[in-house]
T-cell receptor, first 112, second 115 residues
């Protein structure tokens, strides 16, 4: 069975600063990996996904993520954070069950 | 149209009430999902319908009863709920049926409060 760990419950950054949210997965083969964002009171929206190929994937809203097989990681990055990026971020892994397993989420707080 | 629409947005019900949550998508997606989300927690999968057939039931109590009348609609019937069932209920859809990995498209959710 697959699992995913998001080690940081909260991350606080200043507007304009860079951002990295961590995600580690456990799965015996190459998984499918996703990052979703959830604004308060909203559903989840896909930021980006990795299925195969280039390990650096670009997503919406200026986000990118890098798949590192050796570290079982799929960290999310953004070079300059905007106040509107404050939200909950979920990493998800899909293995043999074809159903995503979500991490517990990381809450991003942006200071002006 | 890339939306998943959920109604109602908010629902308050007593423990003896019967109510339903509704979800609709017109993207031609073949799989539809119900998730339950408590505050500050990840979504927990409840049910998956694939090609209008119940494909996955994650050992959900029988007081929750899903229904998929057609490929665009998904209902969740609620009866004799408990206060601990209060949560955000999210509907999602994906283009292909279970067995093909793809993006989930989520609705905004129905906020349920059980008194």
């Amino acid at each position: 069975a697959q699992s995913v760990t998001q080690p940081d419950i909260h991350i606080t950054v200043s507007e304009g600063a860079s951002l990295e949210l961590r995600c580690n997965y456990s799965y015996g083969a190459t998984p499918y990996l996703f990052w979703y964002v959830q604004s308060p009171g909203q559903g989840l929206q896909l930021l980006l996904k990795y299925f195969s190929g280039d390990t650096l994937v670009q997503g919406i809203k200026g986000f990118e993520a890098e798949f590192k097989r050796s570290q079982s990681s799929f960290n999310l990055r953004k070079p300059s954070v905007h106040w509107s990026d404050a939200a909950e971020y979920f990493c998800a892994v899909v293995g043999g069950s074809y159903i995503p397993t979500f991490g517990r989420g990381t809450s991003l707080i942006v200071h002006p | 149209d890339t939306e998943v629409t959920q109604t109602p947005k908010h629902l308050v019900m007593g423990m003896t009430n019967k109510k339903s949550l509704k979800c609709e998508q017109h993207m031609g997606h073949r799989a539809m999902y119900w998730y339950k989300q408590k505050a500050k927690k990840p979504p927990e999968l409840m049910f998956v319908y694939s090609y209008e057939k119940l494909s996955i039931n994650e050992s959900v109590p029988s007081r929750f009863s899903p229904e998929c009348p057609n490929s665009s609609l998904l209902n969740l019937h609620l009866h004799a709920l408990q206060p601990e069932d209060s949560a955000l209920y999210l509907c999602a859809s994906s283009q292909d049926g279970v067995g093909v990995v793809g993006e989930l498209f989520f609705g905004e959710g129905s906020r349920l409060t059980v008194l």
